[in-house]
């Protein structure tokens, strides 16, 4: 087990430090950046550059970078708001968008979990058709879309929420994005939980455990979900991602002060430092997750968590 | 079953043979299938002896592993008990329909506890993420209502009982830190833990090691002596067969073709199929070099057939194989063959001669 | 046997023949007409083929069926809707901004007639601007314009054949590559799968959303680095399914025969291995297309899509999401388009997948 999470750790250090080392080859060399500018200088360049240890031999530099990076000095912005640190642009942007998402990852899981879990135990009835034309089309509308609508529906139309975030309205007015949010959330694990729950329910063992009387809700607590459920953790990180990437464009839509509009913004602005940062982050945090997954499967399954050479004639 | 049929069956009276534990009797179970309606199982009559093994024997395909899940209500959605009896004796005599019983009941009564089973394959049997302790007080908790330590101790008693060494400290391993040989020992203590009268076992050696495959059988004999077991066996390795059973019923396309006690199967078989398949089965007495298989495949019994599934694959095939199929002839008290060779106007056939009689035809 | 018994036999089976009134044929207690030799040579051949069942079992799949039209619709329409239109995708016509959509023949019914509700601060008023425009009456948007005064119909079509472009492009050359990666990785096995899978681990940690910003930003936006961005992405999943299948496959029978006969890896990855996983792959790209269309999408959203002024589904979405209070219309055509699409696909994708691999029916 040990060996197993060492294992993990170091391919996520290693991942990690490939990330910062392509943001920082992209800040130093490439053309456009701030430095790269046609309109400074001679001068103003070399001003710029000393400011920024950018005179300093190369391995030096990338020293400093990884020594601010890991440290959570990203510098400042060029282009957003000229000369703020961006780590204060951060701090208070990346709690409103933790809170969304993870307000977005809870309605998810749970919805998807009850409807794929209907959807397997009720299979082949109008619940299982219904749970299922659900999970396809949560999977194939892109959450924009359905963040749209929603906007358009409940914000616009019937006006049961406000179609733009106000930070003194903090919950209230965050419902639209999370919903909009949770959508792709709700449907891969709606979907995944019941072709899990269903290969599991014709598993061997279920079927021994019903020629020795178990049924119903033993059966299905005991036996079927807990094993259903463990690889559904598997899919938690890449929803981190969707999660990320629809946060960019919900954040947008319903004008949430968050790390995405800040992302988006980045981009369009050509702000590389920003884009650099939050880049650095949203790495950090889905290699984090990434890793937690991979830990914690292997805490919940015993075969990985007691797979040492312990198989006895 | 529909309500209706219930009734019917109830108002039936329900037949029990003399000297039975269990006595079938016109078990058919039809399958819907995206290619239409599957007649698996159609018209299997055997009875089981108290004590006695009864092996059903059959290539996959032909209905045997279906008759059985039949008898523990572990038929899938998709399947349907058309018709039929399967008449358990109870302790004082008393008969209970096995397809009469809801579900429920079939669960909280019968299973485990009247009657259990064995699965062709202890990879897949056992719960992976559950210790084998924990899985083995189960059923002693839930249907015999012992507490936490009566409970362990029993589940102690019965690793013990199927020779498992160090019981104790076995009770916290997982499935996947035994052998095979050992998971099918695990596996066998879970089905007898809540004393069941009837035992069967689907194909219980098949996934094994040829070296553990004889010790997992007579470790089933020993138990079916030590405590009076009725056991059915389900397989297609005759060898098996020879070993264990006192009675035989051949299955070929969801009907019995041919039954009797051990000896008159093997020495005096009647049906072609029956011939077909003791002579696949190696011998070390076999003078030819060459194993003998039966032509062709299975049938498909995807809806309506006409005449003997097996008339295609059969070399003794009369013409009314193609049209109609025989009726069950009875040869001796206990044994019965449905094949058109033994009606009086067949022509002589002479048997391969491997088997212990000369062939004999009836008139 | 007792001769009594034997009699009994017969008459009890042709008492039960008699009551059905079946009637005997001169010839039927003949042998059918045939052998030994008949039987074998009767070896049935496999019924259909595997391609050919697939494409059976895809064909009763209704859900997959209609997902092939809406797909076949989409393209058609991609391809001519342009044409037809009678505007191009890029011309601006003055006076014709903001124009509701006007449909021939549907008009009369009041439905699609130019005219649309317009909030005022006086309450909502129905305006036509077709009928403020000179000569209006002649002129049909069938989809509407947007606020450059640029048809809608035409450029939904013309945008929605860029995005299947892009899809589909970026998704060949991912399965290329991905394929080749991983039947490399999985065919040479050892040191040379180590290092290639560690490769594929580290990158997999890098958010997809990092690596298509990052690329966008550093090269010119356009077509090409949309494409490049969206394959970078998408190869390692493809390339997961090719070696898993590659590892499974080359221990079997016909690859370890072909080896033992000396075959070149090429020649053995290409012609004993490629075939059987194509169909995978295939299933793959099939759920790779409306993710890719998908992110093409986004990437317009977040204002980084392919350049003005050409259209993708994703910037005439994104465009119109700014006049979306006040001219909803804009919007829907290439939403309901986009969902259209990405729905098909994926419900084709699982008719296929399931097609493909009956096991994973009903999963």
Known sequence: MAAYIFKRALIAVLTLLLIVLILFVLMAFLPGSPFNDERLTVEQIATLRAKYGLDQPLLAQFWSFVKNTFSGDFGVSYAIQKNVPISSLLSGRLPVSMRIGGQAILLGSLLGLVLGVIAALKHNTVWDTFCTVLSVVGVSIPSYVFALGLSYLFGFKLKWFPILYQSALPFHSSVLATVALSLFTMASIARFTRTELLEVLSSDYILFAQSRGIDGFRLIARHALRNALIPVITVLAPLVVGLMTGSLVVERIFSVPGVGQLLVEGIQANDYSVVTALSFVYSLIYIAIMLGVDILYGVIDPRIRLAKGEVQP | ?363 | MTMQAEKKAENSAAEALAAEEFAFDEHDFEFAAQGVAAVRAAEPVLPVSFTKEALLRLAKNRGALCSLFFILLIVLLALVGPLVSGYGYSQQLTGHDNMAPRIQGLEKLGIFNGSEAVPMATGVKIVNKYEKLQGGEKVYHWFGTDVLGRDLFTRTWEGTRISLFIALVAVLIDMLFGMSYGLISGYFGGKVDLVMQRIVEVLHGIPNLIIITLLIIVLKPGLPTIILALMLTGWIGMSRVARAQMLKLKEQEFVLAARTLGARPFFLISKEVLPNIIGQLLVMSMFSIPSAIFSEAFLAFIGIGIPVPMASLGTIISDSFKSLTAHPYMMAFPVVVLGLLMLSFNLLADGLRDALDPRMKDR
């Open chain 2, 1 to 363: 079953m529909s309500d209706q049929k219930r009734a019917d069956s109830a108002q039936n009276e329900l037949f029990l043979a003399e000297n039975a534990l269990l006595s079938v009797r016109n078990l058919t179970v039809r399958f819907k299938t995206g290619y239409g309606v599957v007649g698996a199982v159609r018209g299997v009559d055997f009875d089981l002896k108290k004590g006695k093994t009864l092996a059903i024997v059959g290539e996959s395909g032909s209905g045997k592993s279906v008759t059985v899940k039949a008898l523990a209500g572990l038929l899938g959605e998709n399947a349907a008990i058309e018709s039929g009896s399967a008449v358990l004796r109870g302790p004082n005599g008393e008969k209970t329909d096995l397809f009469s019983l809801k579900r429920r009941e079939m669960r909280r009564q019968i299973n485990g506890r009247r009657i259990a089973m064995v699965f062709q394959d202890p990879m897949t049997s056992l719960d992976p993420t559950m210790p084998i302790g924990k899985q083995l007080m189960e059923g002693l908790r839930d249907h015999l209502h012992l507490g936490r330590e009566k409970a362990t101790e029993e589940a102690v008693r019965l690793l013990k009982l199927v020779e498992i060494p160090e019981a104790e400290s076995r009770m916290r391993s997982y499935p996947h830190q035994l052998s095979g040989g050992m998971r099918q020992r695990v596996v066998i203590a879970m089905a007898l833990s809540c004393n069941p009268e009837i035992l069967i076992c689907d194909e219980p050696t098949t996934a094994l090691d040829v070296t553990i495959q004889s010790r997992i059988l007579e470790l089933i004999q020993d138990l079916q002596r030590k405590l009076g077991l009725s056991v059915i066996y389900i397989t297609h390795d005759l060898g098996v067969v020879a070993k264990v059973a006192d009675e035989i019923a051949v299955m070929y396309a969801g009907r019995i073709v041919e039954r009797g006690l051990a000896d008159e199967i093997f020495y005096d078989p009647r049906h072609p199929y029956t011939w077909g398949l003791l002579l696949a089965m190696p011998d070390v007495e076999m003078d030819s070099g060459e194993l003998y298989t039966i032509p062709g495949n299975p049938p498909n019994m995807v809806g309506q057939t006409v005449g003997e599934p097996f008339a295609p694959r059969n070399e003794y095939a009369l013409n009314i194989d193609f049209r109609r199929e025989a009726p069950m002839f009875k040869l001796s008290e206990t044994h019965y063959a449905a094949t058109w060779l033994l009606h009086e106007k067949a022509p002589e056939v002479a048997r391969p001669a491997r088997f212990g009689r000369p062939p004999k035809r009836l008139n």
